[in-house]
């Protein structure tokens, strides 16, 4: 080990003992049989220059930006490194090249680190935020977004970069959201549910406090050029700056991709781009996104993952709200169909002279301006309380629901149990956002129940078209549709019961009377199964699963535990098949 005496040169005033500095190079003081010697480390002087705490919301890293001067007198360029690098020390080669070479020591990256952490400058600690959305930081509820509060440092990636918060607008600049109630750009069936979507999403944090998260996405459905991702791209720019060729996520995207991103976007409205596949293989690709976009929303539950030590990491499920675009509605599972709100768009229903005045508004800040606006009022109106805010979002969810649910049943309209949930939600948005321009003196009393009634109407309208849709999805439907497809085509047929025997062909599927259906069980369903899979439709519920649900609903008849029955052909042959009720297999349509 080279030695070096101690001479008056050296320089106490960057490190703790026993690091010191001598001509731009780092040396460690030794004791050795009772006298101090220097020991060099590197031919560089590398101090600290912050610590950074990333927090992602669920979990927190460290990071260290570091400084160096080397001994030729270059300043290195500044590297900042992760609390796994500054362990290993394997960054000063890759960073720095031939200037971060140390000394052939033993432990010398570990002493060059611990000197690193010991440096007696100022250092700088701070906490940078990766998630947006509502946070108690020192007692007190903050919104976190980049560019919203200079004094808190909020970072996204990749195209996740152009949500911002602007300063506040004034308070005139509130009539132009007042004007998007009325048939502005858009009419009113389109403009509202997405309206309450987006000041919904500043809501979600207190709503997953009360234990009732909002489970659903909002699904803009439309040709191309119906301007479906320009209106979206619009709605989000109440939450930074976006056009419809930079929205945040595509279903060109992995399932993966998507999953990360929407974890980061925590209150706030995010869109899923361009539901449109080309071929058979991309088409099954985008159901199976457009599925896991469901469940992702309708669960609020991430996936489980394991880190490189095999180790479960904790879940990141979707904290947002969302909308989806796309050229017609996915065929999914129904209760991946009942987590969607569809919003229909025709070519002309965009007015594009009233449009490009609210694109001005979002690429000014104008409309970012009103959100902020908007999220200050909960703050100053309703977080003094938190207690009873989320006791107040509880009870209108509550009521909400039930009068939907009434509202449902006395029109008669078929709906899963998810879409009460949904309704409620919407409303609650819709709520907030007219109780803020009601207290904001833009409209009045009367002219917030007026809107109220008319947002009902639309979206009770709304979910009697996507029952519609959410039937036509369910398994036994889809059988009796598909099978009286088979039959009415000729390709399949069904003989006659009682009539005279005749050599039975392989497109037989079974026999028939005036009241009911004697079908071949495994022919049925492998038929419908071909014939789904033929026009580029799922149809992957087992035999017994199906046989099941059509007993259930009452299509199958059998008075045994089992599902079919015995009977004997034409032939006077005993054969086992499932016994079909007519009148309930046609009212499936």
């Excluded at 980061?264 to 099954?284: A, N």
């Excluded at 709200?321 to 768009?345: D, Q």
């Excluded at 009697?464 to 088979?486: D, G, M, Q, V, Y």
Aim: hydrophobic content about 40%; glycine content about 4%; charged content about 25%.
């Amino acid at each position: 080990m080279a030695e070096e005496k101690i001479e008056d040169a050296i320089d106490k005033s960057l490190y703790d003992s026993p690091y010191v500095v001598k001509n731009n190079c780092l040396y460690e003081m030794v004791n050795v049989k009772d006298q101090v010697i220097l020991v060099k480390l590197a031919d560089f002087v590398p101090v600290l220059v912050a610590e950074i705490t990333r927090d992602d919301g669920t979990e927190q890293t460290k990071q260290f930006k570091v400084s160096a001067i080397h001994k030729s007198g270059i300043t290195l360029p500044e590297v900042t490194v992760s609390a796994e690098e500054m362990q290993s020390m394997k960054w000063l080669l890759n960073r720095w090249g031939a200037y971060g070479t140390t000394q052939p020591k033993q432990n010398v990256l570990s002493k060059i680190c611990h000197a690193i952490l010991s440096t007696k400058t100022v250092v700088e600690f701070r906490t940078v935020y990766l998630q947006t959305g509502w946070k108690k930081i020192n007692g007190e509820y903050v919104f976190l977004m980049p560019n919203a509060q200079r004094q808190i440092s909020v970072e996204l990636q990749g195209k996740l970069k152009n949500y911002s918060l602007s300063n506040k607008c004034s308070q005139d600049d509130l009539i132009y959201l007042s004007a998007m109630l009325e048939n502005s750009f858009a009419a009113q069936n389109i403009m509202l549910p997405l309206l309450s979507i987006a000041f919904l999403c500043p809501l979600n944090h207190f709503l997953k406090i009360a234990e009732y998260e909002p489970k659903f996405v909002i699904a803009l459905i439309g040709k191309t050029g119906s301007r479906k991702s320009t209106l979206a791209a619009l709605f989000l720019s109440f939450f930074g700056k976006f056009l419809a060729s930079d929205l945040p996520m595509s279903f060109h995207d992995t399932a993966n991709s998507i999953l990360s991103n929407i974890y980061y976007l925590k209150d706030v409205l995010t869109c899923i781009d361009d539901f449109h596949p080309s071929g058979m293989f991309h088409e099954q690709e985008m159901k199976s996104i457009a599925q896991n976009i469901s469940r992702y929303y309708g669960d609020r539950i991430g996936r489980a993952r394991l880190n490189s030590k095999a180790k479960l990491q904790s879940s990141r499920p979707p904290t947002g709200n969302a909308i989806i675009t796309a050229e017609y509605i996915p065929e999914i599972s129904v209760s991946g169909a009942a987590r969607y709100f569809n919003i229909e768009l025709n070519e002309n229903d965009v007015q594009l002279d009233e449009l490009s005045e609210y694109q001005q508004l979002a690429n000014n800040g104008t409309l970012c301006g009103i959100m902020r606006l908007y999220i200050d009022w909960i703050k100053d109106v309703y977080l003094v309380d938190e207690n009873s805010f989320v006791k107040m979002l509880e009870d209108m969810f509550l009521k909400y629901r039930s009068d939907f649910i009434n509202a449902l049943c006395r029109s008669k309209i078929k709906f899963h149990n998810r879409t009460p949930d949904m309704l409620a939600h919407l409303k609650i948005g819709f709520s907030f956002l007219l109780m803020f321009l009601n207290m904001n003196e833009q409209i009045t009393k009367s002219e917030l129940d007026k809107f109220e009634k008319v947002f009902d109407e639309i979206i009770l309208k709304a979910i009697s078209s996507n029952a519609e849709i959410i039937a036509l999805e369910n398994p036994t439907t889809k059988f009796c549709e598909k099978l009286r497809s088979l039959i009415d085509s000729g390709r399949c047929y069904v003989e006659i019961r009682g009539a005279e025997s005749s050599p039975r062909k392989k497109n037989c599927l079974g026999l028939q009377d005036d009241d009911y259906y004697y079908l071949f069980a495994d022919a049925a369903h492998s038929e419908v199964r071909k014939l789904c899979a033929e026009q580029g439709e799922h149809f992957t519920i087992s035999k017994n699963e199906l046989l099941r649900q059509l007993r259930k609903d009452g299509t199958l008849i059998s008075r045994t535990s089992r599902n079919t029955i015995s009977i004997r052909d034409n032939s006077n042959t005993v054969i086992n098949v499932i016994m079909l009720d007519k009148r309930k297999f046609y009212s499936e349509r």
